[in-house]
């Protein structure tokens, strides 16, 4: 069976009035310890699975739980082993009726089977209650405890949401309201996933990185829409998991930056293809992302103009600010704007439209890619290389075909694919390198330079113009290759 749940961090100074709100006569209070097996390299771990036995009141239930293509819902099977005086030996024997949970441990385990062995425990106190909500039942649960291996310990404060009857849908919507309420943040990290990091002396899983994702040709543009921004949510939000939980590296950074962008070129270049696409999402992503933006380019200044920089209340100016924008970012990810948003793009994904399309999905394809040749042949007539903005709106343009163009031709049956791919690649390079140039330059002439900081302006500024050039010449090269599109 599939578990449809979502899990939420409580901030500290909100825990108090989410526990008064569980309070009331049925209201379930239940100690609920568990004992986590894999294999000594992890197998099950590295394959999205997880294996337990839980001591839930009197008896013993054995879970195999593993993952699917959305952070909403997990496989679950549950086999009560009943009341036994202690922890019993693990049952492998008790799948080998059920297809799917045979095929997730052959496919994690090969013949290792014999090899798992307990990897750590927990131990937690668990409130909980069913509230209707629309159509649904949701079981809400308050867990408060610890994961715990031989050696050290996590403490658990957070807030599930399971859905025992009803839609997605609601499920999504009653968790806006508590989100809303107590500030709570989205975890997709499980506490299996906690409990393995503990085992290895980690503090956080390797960043999530984009799948390469192909549209279905036999479903409609719509269908297709949805799939693609739900793989792109599996991209996104293990990474804002770890910014939030103030345990990410750089890559966990970079790898949600470039998730946030590709969700925000997705809502802006293929918007015509549901009708249940809101306009602000775009624009709400769009600021989002902004601010991871801000900071990569604060970064790549002090690592790239650093030895220019010979004047150091410049460079003391340039740290505050990369300081200021972590700092600025963390709030950001953290947001109930930002945490809402994310529960509206899951609602999108799961859901289905109202009604069939009247195309199909290489009509709705082959519309985007010729609206987007026009607006880019439009840019390139109406660039100046002395117009900031002008250029700015042929690099934008360019951005969106190149994130657009591998996806919507694989509907094609498209010779000399990768001749065109070589050409829009140069000339957004091309365009890349002289927006950050040209950022650069814009950040230090808003800064009070003084005489040894002009050599660094007078640098940027003349590649600046270097790259416009060569921009503007790869640009109408791309433009001139023979078309694919009638």
């Not at 337990?52 to 739980?65: C, D, I, N, P, Y």
């Not at 990185?209 to 792109?232: C, G, H, M, V, Y």
């Not at 300081?323 to 704007?337: H, I």
């Not at 140069?426 to 900081?453: G, N």
């Amino acid at each position: 069976m599939l578990e449809v749940e979502l899990k939420f961090q409580i901030p500290e100074a909100r825990r108090r009035a989410v526990q008064k709100t569980l309070e009331s006569k049925d209201t379930e209070t239940i100690q609920l310890k568990a004992k986590y097996y894999d294999t000594t390299d992890h197998l099950l771990s590295k394959n999205g699975a997880a294996l337990r036995q839980r001591l839930e009141g009197t008896h013993w239930v054995q879970t195999l739980k593993a993952a699917t293509k959305t952070h909403i819902a997990r496989f679950e099977h549950n086999h009560d082993l009943g009341e036994q005086d202690s922890s019993p030996a693990l049952d492998l024997e008790i799948y080998k009726n059920n297809a799917q949970a045979t095929e997730i441990l052959n496919t994690a385990l090969g013949d290792q089977a014999s090899d798992l062995k307990l990897q750590f425990e927990t131990d937690i106190t668990r409130t909980s209650k069913i509230i209707h909500f629309n159509d649904a039942d949701i079981e809400v649960s308050l867990d408060i405890g610890e994961i715990r291996t031989e050696n050290t310990k996590h403490d658990v404060y957070e807030i599930e949401f399971e859905l025992k009857q009803g839609s997605a849908e609601s499920l999504l919507a009653f968790s806006f309201e508590w989100v809303k309420k107590y500030h709570l943040w989205l975890d997709v990290r499980s506490k299996a996933e906690i409990g393995n990091l503990l085992v290895l002396n980690h503090k956080v899983s390797p960043a999530k990185t984009a799948k390469e994702f192909i549209f279905n040709k036999k479903n409609s543009a719509d269908q297709n829409l949805r799939s693609l921004i739900s793989d792109q949510l599996q991209h996104l939000l293990p990474n804002i998991a770890a910014i939030s939980a103030q345990v990410a590296e750089q890559e966990h950074i970079d790898q949600a930056h470039i998730a946030l962008n590709h969700l925000h070129l997705t809502l802006s270049i293929l918007r015509d293809w549901s009708e249940d696409i809101v306009d602000k999402w775009s624009v709400q992503l769009a600021a989002f992302k902004s601010h991871f933006e801000n900071l990569r380019h604060f970064e790549h200044m002090q690592n790239t103009l650093s030895t220019l920089l010979q004047n150091p209340n410049t460079a003391s100016s340039l740290s505050k600010d990369i300081l200021y924008a972590k700092e600025k970012l963390f709030n950001l990810v953290c947001s109930t704007q930002n945490v809402q948003h994310f529960l509206q793009l899951l609602i999108f994904s799961l859901g289905q439209a109202k009604q069939p399309q009247k195309h199909d999905l290489k009509w709705y394809a082959q519309n985007t890619l010729q609206h987007q040749y026009k607006q880019l042949q439009d840019a390139l007539n109406n660039a100046d290389i002395s117009d900031f903005e002008s250029l700015d709106e042929l690099a934008k343009h360019l951005n969106e075909l190149k994130f657009s163009f591998p996806l919507l031709t694989n509907i094609y049956d498209v010779k000399n694919l990768q001749k065109y791919g070589k050409a829009l690649n140069e000339a957004q390079h091309a365009a890349e390198q002289y927006q950050v140039l040209a950022s650069s330059a814009s950040y230090l002439q808003e800064t009070e330079l003084e005489a040894s900081d002009w050599f660094a302006l007078g640098w940027l500024t003349a590649k600046q113009e270097n790259y416009a050039q060569v921009f503007l010449d790869a640009t109408e090269q791309f433009l001139l290759s023979r078309k694919f599109l009638k």
